[in-house]
């Protein structure tokens, strides 16, 4: 489960986040931090501290480094972030999201990559690099949106077939936001996608 307080963490604890964080742990749920890199662009010490706020005020179990740019170039920024985040998050959860398949160095960052995140018409377009077949399928997740129910099972065997073992499907459209609200088929959705966080 992401947890995405304002865009990141937010100016302080608000116990009602507090409260289903405890209630998600019960439950046996991951509960993991968000947390935007602006593509690199934002400060290390500005997620550091973001970081360091996730696992104070919440108890998070690790944390989601969105917008991340997975090119060779970045690694070090990334890689600095990974240290961080197990020395902050002892046995920490790291998910990063480039929205497409990374340089394959980022798989040793991260536990998992979300390697697409795009329209259910673009991911019949993607294109999956060989080096995949190298890695587990829970290394990898899918959010596939503005998927009609009709394609449901379709988008999910694709995914699969891709060797991905996370996948979000919804019929909402990429803008202005795909997470707004949960599918309309959410309840076909649970039942067809075992929970693996």
Not at 20 to 39: D, F, N, P, R
Not at 157 to 180: A, E, F, H, M, Q
């Amino acid at each position: 489960m992401l947890l995405n307080v304002d865009n990141g963490v937010g100016t302080a604890p608000l116990s009602h986040f507090q409260a289903l964080v405890k209630q998600a742990h019960a439950a046996g749920i991951t509960v993991l931090g968000y947390s935007s890199t602006e593509y690199g662009a934002r400060s290390i010490a500005s997620v550091e501290t973001e970081v360091k706020q996730y696992k104070e005020w919440y108890g998070v179990n690790g944390i989601f480094l969105d917008l991340t740019q997975a090119t060779a170039g970045e690694f070090s920024y990334y890689q600095q972030l990974a240290t961080y985040i197990r020395k902050t998050v002892p046995n920490a959860d790291i998910w990063l999201n480039p929205g497409s398949f990374p340089d394959p160095s980022f798989m040793s960052i991260a536990n998992v990559v979300m390697v697409f995140e795009g329209s259910y018409a673009s991911f019949l377009q993607d294109q999956v690099p060989s080096w995949v077949s190298q890695y587990q399928p829970d290394q990898f997740a899918d959010v596939i949106y503005a998927t009609p129910e009709s394609d449901f099972a379709s988008a999910v065997s694709l995914s699969r077939s891709r060797r991905v073992g996370n996948l979000y499907v919804t019929d909402l459209p990429g803008s202005p936001n795909p997470y707004g609200a949960l599918p309309s088929y959410w309840t076909q959705e649970a039942a067809a996608i075992p929970a693996k966080c």
